[in-house]
């Protein structure tokens, strides 16, 4: 299944001619990911509340499409695209509202690991979980 939520260009998310910084196109898929895990069930505030293991970025990359500008809307489209035993990967979409053309792409890797030892450690089943729920088969 999909993930869709709404978002909005802000005065900071551009560069001093009001168009969006290319490196805020992280936000917005930092914002889905956020707001996709708390649909499927899993709480970020949770987990770093909890302490025993976390969830880091060991790779993102990002395509800018076409410009933005401060109050645009926006949709983000998340789905997941791989969950391995450690990692998952997703992908997003971002789209100008107005017309629901394609402004740019994210892509981000994840590792579940022991924040203790800093390790990876399988992905915990709460996460995994809720990952499932969010691939696209």
Known sequence: MKFTMPNIVRMYDTDTAGILYFGQQFRFANDALEAMMEEGGFSFF?????????????????????????GDHLTIEAHVTHIGTTSFEISYAILNAKDNSLAGTVKTVHVAIDVKTRTKLPIPPAIRACLVHFQLT
């Open 46 to 70: 949770s987990m770093f509340k909890q302490g025993d293991y976390g969830i880091v970025v060991v790779h993102a990359e990002a395509d800018y499409k076409a410009s933005l500008h401060v």
